[in-house]
């Protein structure tokens, strides 16, 4: 399943295209096709970062002049755990940042170099012959916040990314507990799990038992310890 997501970028707006894949895969095969796309559509717009909302939000990413200087930046935040990020762009090199994380700093493999697709047009003057793959492992929880920042950019007064593809994996809720320590009836774990909670409780109350067998018995050793030192302390008081 392929669902949509929403980002936010430095530039303001048309913020680059984010979806969303179930497996690391399929993440990879939708960057590439959307390369590839990209390549032959001929449907992207350009702009300037100070009038971007005039820009024609069509096609595969749109290439953005830069006029600050600043390397230009992505941020995510999926309700998913993040595995992987596969980005293509006119950036060499990318950096991800996470909340309490070290940077991690990957450099691209060349899309033309690569074989996957060619790309030779020009698009309102800026070049579009480098275009780089970036496909980055990651392990980032729900509600995390992605910083993705672009260096090495050709050329480096611009930043245009055709596509941001992540792998994420639905995290199933722990069960709720009730007052009495039990699991609530309305937590979603189905049949597999109420008998595998049955088996639980089965083998607790069985460890159980067996610790009360097992204080019973140290008891009646205890007991018969303090009945020999009674017999010898009456012995030695005779």
Not at 131 to 157: M, N, S, T, W
Not at 178 to 196: H, L
Not at 227 to 236: D, P, T
Request: some cysteine; overall charge negative; proline content about 4%.
């Amino acid at each position: 399943m392929t669902v949509r997501g929403a980002c936010q970028c430095s530039w303001g707006t048309p913020a680059p295209p984010l979806l969303v894949f179930d497996s690391v895969e399929a993440a990879q095969a939708g960057a590439t096709a959307a390369a590839a796309s990209a390549s032959t559509g001929g449907t992207e717009g350009t702009c300037n970062e100070n009038n971007a909302n005039s820009a024609d939000t069509r096609g595969s990413g749109q290439v953005v002049a830069l006029t600050d200087g600043k390397a230009p930046w992505v941020e995510l935040r999926e309700q998913r755990r993040l595995t992987h990020i596969a980005i293509v762009s006119n950036a060499r090199v990318v950096e991800l940042h996470t909340d309490g994380s070290e940077v991690q700093t990957h450099e691209g493999a060349s899309a033309v170099a690569s074989g996957e697709v060619a790309v030779t047009a020009a698009v309102g003057g800026l070049s579009r012959d480098a275009r780089y793959f970036h496909f980055i492992d990651c392990c980032v929880a729900p509600g995390e916040r992605v910083q993705l920042k672009f260096f090495a950019r050709k050329p480096k007064d611009a930043i245009h990314i055709v596509a941001i593809c992540v792998s994420g994996v639905e995290e199933t809720p722990l069960p709720e507990l009730t007052p009495t320590g039990g699991y609530s009836d309305n937590s979603n774990y189905g049949a597999a799990t109420s008998g595998q909670t049955a088996a639980l409780e089965t083998r607790l109350q069985e460890l159980e038992m067996m610790v009360r067998m097992m204080v019973g018995t140290v008891m009646r050793r205890l007991n018969d310890v303090e009945a020999r030192v009674a017999a010898l302390e009456e012995r030695a008081n005779e």
